[in-house]
Structure formats: structure tokens, C-alpha cells
């Protein structure tokens, strides 16, 4: 080793000792069961809002007019309460706001705002213990649990403005919260920084048309089975949407947008089972798609397909419990590391292609001869670099840096250190597909990397000897009519 490629070698360890530990793979989990059949508001002082209440007959509608109201209510008989004119119910910076005891109770068009701070009293701007209930049209604002529905069947949550408070994230209260209310409906509601939107125990759940910015959690699933997630907006946050030991799931036409906390997944699934994923964009975040033994049992492939994965660091990222899962006709667009496989495990038990249809990838080199809109070879990762941080995530210091054009002019001249590849999609796209969601993100633009010269291989192979010896020599290879036949066998 001479003295220049030494001096180099030392220098790359050093970073990558620097680089710090990288965040962790799993979420985090804060949640703890909330406490049953317990009033939350004690015995507190009756005011204007609560004694109409008291005095209005049951199935009955009672309209506030404007003004501030500072009291704490209890609503225990089925009726309609409806504020006119935006009248704002202040709770003090206090304990709690609102406490539905009843069936088929209604709350429309109050802004309910300042709640107490106390996480172990779980201070709440409206907590609903009875079925049918409907919460619309409100602003909560200044809160630390939003809305909570505990054992609150059929229930509706519809276009409701809920922002936390200005505390750290760890500190913060849920926006909504559901334990063991089966077939609510959750549209058309903004939540802001706050900590999650929560499903715990809760079966049949229509979740539609919300967005989620500035969270720790868009929307997190614990327990919860035969969920239909359509048409939200989840942004910003620390993970877009999390679901962790659910059965049935659609999620469908979404968009899940630079979500970069320290997960920082679009769409993370842990052992998660029968669900489907489609038409959705996935953009601009830490990672796409995180799947950690998901499918949990063979009754169902995990179906992804007519999705657009843009521009995340990594599209999808496969722990090597993975299994069963198939991709076809997504489009896999400029990131950084189209898909990721921890550790030292493979994909072999996933499939990229069913039948004649694959997946559109960004980074295809192939071409078409017969214009049949299918590659005429196959697509393969067999990037070195992106193997090579697989193997070690610290190796991503090195990204856009003379190191890495280093290690691919190494992987592009000497065939023999090509690693195996990661997956294999048979039948590549050679356009996009369309999908309304895509078209409204725009046309996607194009990432290219400079090429490396011959003064730069030194550094290739000495950052290189960090990782691996050398392998087979693997070329890309032209799809067969034999490997058609039995994909689709």
C-alpha cells in the first residue's frame, strides 16, 4: 500500500467512525392503555354551556351563540350541540374540556381550545366514552389530546382543525385517539403538531381524506383490522403512517411526503398482514416503504402496485424477515437507493414482477427493440456502493463524494467485485405509469452522476477492502422466454 492510498484509507475510517450511530430502525413506542370508566372532569363548577345542557331534553339541539366560555362540560343525555357565530370554549390551561357519557351525542362548530398539560392525566379537548358519536366542523387548538374515543363504536370524526401544543414532541398528546371504537368514520381533518393519530383495538375503520403535517406519527395502527386508508396527506411528520400487528388494510391513493424524522419512513409496516398498497406517492422521504416482517403469514401476498416512489433516500427498505411481499407496475423514481435490503440478507422470497408485468425503474439502462414497453433485459441492482452500505449504513457519509464515483468506477471496470444482485424484476417498464396522484406531483426530473477517472481508483479499492473480497464475474443478462414461462406459472 503506498503512502497517498494510506493516508486515504485512514482518512475514510476516521469518518465513518465519526458518522455516530444511525437512528433507529423501530419507532419508538410512548403509548400506554388509557384508563376506563373514569370521569375526567370531577366535580367541576357547572357553567352557562352545562347547565342548557342540563336542562334540555334528550334528542333535543341547543345552540351557543359567540363569546368565551370558560367551563368544563359534561354531556350525559343524546343531543346536538351546535355553536353559532365561532364561540370559543376555553378550558384555562386545566385539566379537561369536554366529556361525552352519552349515545348519539353531536358537537359542531365551537373552537375548543387551552387544555391542561399533565401526559399522565391524559388532558383532553373532548373525550367521547359512549357509541354515535359525531364531532364536526371544530377547531381545537392549543390542546394536548385532541379528540379520544374510548369504546366508541360507529362514531364520526369529520372536519375538524386539532393543533397541539408548543411542547417538545415527546411531551405531546394524541390528536385522535381510538381504542376499541369499531367503524368510525375518520374525514376531512387537519392535524398539526402534534404527537400521533392513534388506532388501537379499532376493527373497520374508514380513515379519509386528512392530512397529517408537523407529527411524530401521521397516523399510527396498533391491534387494528379491515382499515381502508384513502385520500390522506401525511407530512412532515417523523413517520408517515406506522402499522404495527394489523390484519386487512387498504391504503389507497395517498400521499406521504417528506416525513425525515429520525425513522422517517413513508409507510412502515411490521408484521402486518393481508394488506394492500396502491396508487400512491411516496416522496421526499428518509424512506419510502419500511417492511419488517410483513407479510406475517402466507394467507396473502403484500400487494404494492401503481405506486410512485420518488425521490426518498431509500424507495424501500426490507428488513431480511420479509417475505411474500409483490411489486409490480410501481414507479420507482430518482432515489438515492431504489431498494435497500438490511444486513446481509436478500429478496429472494419477494417477488418485482408477476407475470409479463414489472416495475418502472429510473436507473434502467436497457432498451427496447421491439417497442413492447417491456425492457429487453432484465433490471438487477448490482450497484457496489449501495451493497456495500446494506452492509454498513455509515458507508452514507461517503454519498455524492469522490468515494463513491470511486467505488462504482471499480465496480464498472472490474466485473469480478460486482456483488450479487439485491432483486431481480424480469420484465422492467420502460415509461411510468399513470396514476392521478403522480400527475399532480409533476414530471419527475432526473439525477445524474459524473464518472470517475483513473486517479480515482486507488481510493475505490482501498475503501472498497473496508467491506468485501471479490466475487464472480455478473453481467446483465437478457431476459429468456424459459424465465417468462415460469413467472407466470
Given at each position: 500500500?503506498?503512502?497517498?492510498?494510506?493516508?486515504?484509507?485512514?482518512?475514510?475510517?476516521?469518518?465513518?467512525?465519526?458518522?455516530?450511530?444511525?437512528?433507529?430502525?423501530?419507532?419508538?413506542?410512548?403509548?400506554?392503555?388509557?384508563?376506563?370508566?373514569?370521569?375526567?372532569?370531577?366535580?367541576?363548577?357547572?357553567?352557562?354551556?352545562?347547565?342548557?345542557?342540563?336542562?334540555?331534553?334528550?334528542?333535543?339541539?341547543?345552540?351557543?351563540?359567540?363569546?368565551?366560555?370558560?367551563?368544563?362540560?359534561?354531556?350525559?343525555?343524546?343531543?346536538?350541540?351546535?355553536?353559532?357565530?365561532?364561540?370559543?370554549?376555553?378550558?384555562?390551561?386545566?385539566?379537561?374540556?369536554?366529556?361525552i357519557t352519552a349515545p348519539g351525542v353531536?358537537?359542531?362548530?365551537?373552537?375548543?381550545?387551552?387544555?391542561?398539560?399533565?401526559?399522565?392525566?391524559?388532558?383532553?379537548?373532548?373525550?367521547?366514552?359512549?357509541?354515535?358519536?359525531?364531532?364536526?366542523?371544530?377547531?381545537?387548538?392549543?390542546?394536548?389530546?385532541?379528540?379520544?374515543?374510548?369504546?366508541?363504536?360507529?362514531?364520526?370524526?369529520?372536519?375538524?382543525?386539532?393543533?397541539?401544543?408548543?411542547?417538545?414532541?415527546?411531551?405531546?398528546?394524541?390528536?385522535?385517539?381510538?381504542?376499541?371504537?369499531?367503524?368510525?368514520?375518520?374525514?376531512?381533518?387537519?392535524?398539526?403538531?402534534?404527537?400521533?393519530?392513534?388506532?388501537?383495538?379499532?376493527?373497520?375503520?374508514?380513515?379519509?381524506?386528512?392530512?397529517?403535517?408537523?407529527?411524530?406519527?401521521?397516523?399510527?395502527?396498533?391491534?387494528?383490522?379491515?382499515?381502508?386508508?384513502?385520500?390522506?396527506?401525511?407530512?412532515?411528520?417523523?413517520?408517515?403512517?406506522?402499522?404495527?400487528?394489523?390484519?386487512?388494510?387498504?391504503?389507497?391513493?395517498?400521499?406521504?411526503?417528506?416525513?425525515?424524522?429520525?425513522?422517517?419512513?413513508?409507510?412502515?409496516?411490521?408484521?402486518?398482514?393481508?394488506?394492500?398498497?396502491?396508487?400512491?406517492?411516496?416522496?421526499?422521504?428518509?424512506?419510502?416503504?419500511?417492511?419488517?416482517?410483513?407479510?406475517?403469514?402466507?394467507?396473502?401476498?403484500?400487494?404494492?402496485?401503481?405506486?410512485?416512489?420518488?425521490?426518498?433516500?431509500?424507495?424501500?427498505?426490507?428488513?431480511?424477515?420479509?417475505?411474500?411481499?409483490?411489486?409490480?407496475?410501481?414507479?420507482?423514481?430518482?432515489?438515492?437507493?431504489?431498494?435497500?435490503?438490511?444486513?446481509?440478507?436478500?429478496?429472494?422470497?419477494?417477488?418485482?414482477?408477476?407475470?409479463?408485468?414489472?416495475?418502472?425503474?429510473?436507473?434502467?439502462?436497457?432498451?427496447?427493440?421491439n417497442e413492447d414497453g417491456i425492457g429487453?433485459?432484465?433490471?438487477?441492482?448490482?450497484?457496489?456502493?449501495?451493497?456495500?452500505?446494506?452492509?454498513?449504513?455509515?458507508?452514507?457519509?461517503?454519498?455524492?463524494?469522490?468515494?463513491?464515483?470511486?467505488?462504482?468506477?471499480?465496480?464498472?471496470?472490474?466485473?469480478?467485485?460486482?456483488?450479487?444482485?439485491?432483486?431481480?424484476?424480469?420484465v422492467p417498464l420502460m415509461a411510468p405509469?399513470?396514476?392521478?396522484?403522480?400527475?399532480?406531483?409533476?414530471?419527475?426530473?432526473?439525477?445524474?452522476?459524473?464518472?470517475?477517472?483513473?486517479?480515482?481508483?486507488?481510493?475505490?479499492?482501498?475503501?472498497?477492502?473496508?467491506?468485501?473480497?471479490?466475487?464472480?464475474?455478473?453481467?446483465?443478462?437478457?431476459?429468456?422466454?424459459?424465465?417468462?414461462?415460469?413467472?407466470?406459472?
Amino acid at each position: 500500500m503506498n503512502r497517498i492510498t494510506a493516508i486515504l484509507l485512514a482518512g475514510a475510517s476516521v469518518a465513518i467512525c465519526v458518522a455516530g450511530v444511525r437512528a433507529s430502525a423501530q419507532p419508538a413506542e410512548s403509548h400506554e392503555a388509557p384508563v376506563l370508566g373514569v370521569s375526567s372532569l370531577g366535580d367541576a363548577a357547572m357553567g352557562e354551556i352545562g347547565r342548557r345542557i342540563a336542562s334540555a331534553p334528550k334528542g333535543s339541539t341547543v345552540e351557543i351563540g359567540p363569546g368565551v366560555y370558560r367551563e368544563r362540560i359534561r354531556i350525559d343525555r343524546a343531543l346536538t350541540l351546535v355553536g353559532t357565530g365561532s364561540p370559543v370554549i376555553d378550558g384555562e390551561g386545566s385539566g379537561d374540556i369536554i366529556e361525552i357519557t352519552a349515545p348519539g351525542v353531536t358537537i359542531r362548530g365551537f373552537t375548543i381550545r387551552n387544555t391542561g398539560i399533565s401526559l399522565d392525566k391524559e388532558n383532553v379537548a373532548i373525550r367521547v366514552l359512549a357509541a354515535r358519536a359525531t364531532i364536526e366542523n371544530n377547531v381545537l387548538d392549543d390542546v394536548l389530546f385532541g379528540i379520544d374515543l374510548r369504546e366508541a363504536p360507529d362514531s364520526v370524526v369529520r372536519n375538524n382543525r386539532i393543533g397541539g401544543k408548543e411542547l417538545d414532541i415527546a411531551r405531546r398528546g394524541d390528536g385522535l385517539r381510538l381504542w376499541r371504537s369499531d367503524n368510525v368514520l375518520v374525514e376531512g381533518n387537519h392535524f398539526h403538531d402534534g404527537r400521533d393519530a392513534i388506532l388501537w383495538y379499532s376493527k373497520g375503520v374508514v380513515v379519509r381524506g386528512n392530512s397529517a403535517i408537523d407529527c411524530r406519527y401521521g397516523l399510527h395502527l396498533m391491534f387494528s383490522d379491515d382499515v381502508r386508508i384513502e385520500g390522506n396527506e401525511l407530512a412532515r411528520n417523523s413517520v408517515g403512517l406506522y402499522l404495527m400487528y394489523s390484519t386487512g388494510v387498504e391504503i389507497i391513493g395517498n400521499r406521504f411526503l417528506q416525513n425525515r424524522g429520525p425513522s422517517g419512513y413513508g409507510i412502515g409496516l411490521k408484521e402486518t398482514d393481508r394488506f394492500t398498497v396502491r396508487d400512491n406517492v411516496i416522496a421526499a422521504n428518509r424512506v419510502g416503504v419500511y417492511i419488517d416482517g410483513s407479510p406475517f403469514t402466507t394467507a396473502q401476498p403484500g400487494l404494492f402496485t401503481r405506486n410512485t416512489v420518488a425521490y426518498n433516500d431509500i424507495g424501500f427498505a426490507f428488513l431480511p424477515s420479509a417475505r411474500g411481499n409483490e411489486l409490480t407496475e410501481n414507479n420507482f423514481i430518482d432515489n438515492i437507493d431504489q431498494v435497500s435490503v438490511s444486513g446481509r440478507g436478500d429478496l429472494s422470497a419477494n417477488r418485482f414482477w408477476s407475470g409479463d408485468i414489472g416495475n418502472y425503474w429510473s436507473d434502467y439502462t436497457g432498451y427496447d427493440q421491439n417497442e413492447d414497453g417491456i425492457g429487453d433485459f432484465v433490471h438487477e441492482s448490482q450497484t457496489l456502493f449501495e451493497n456495500m452500505m446494506d452492509k454498513e449504513p455509515k458507508l452514507r457519509l461517503f454519498l455524492f463524494s469522490p468515494a463513491q464515483q470511486a467505488i462504482e468506477f471499480v465496480g464498472r471496470v472490474l466485473p469480478a467485485v460486482r456483488p450479487e444482485p439485491k432483486f431481480t424484476d424480469e420484465v422492467p417498464l420502460m415509461a411510468p405509469v399513470e396514476i392521478d396522484a403522480m400527475r399532480r406531483m409533476g414530471a419527475a426530473s432526473s439525477r445524474a452522476l459524473g464518472g470517475a477517472g483513473v486517479g480515482l481508483l486507488g481510493l475505490g479499492m482501498s475503501v472498497l477492502a473496508l467491506a468485501r473480497g471479490s466475487g464472480g464475474d455478473r453481467g446483465p443478462r437478457r431476459r429468456s422466454g424459459r424465465n417468462m414461462a415460469e413467472q407466470g406459472s
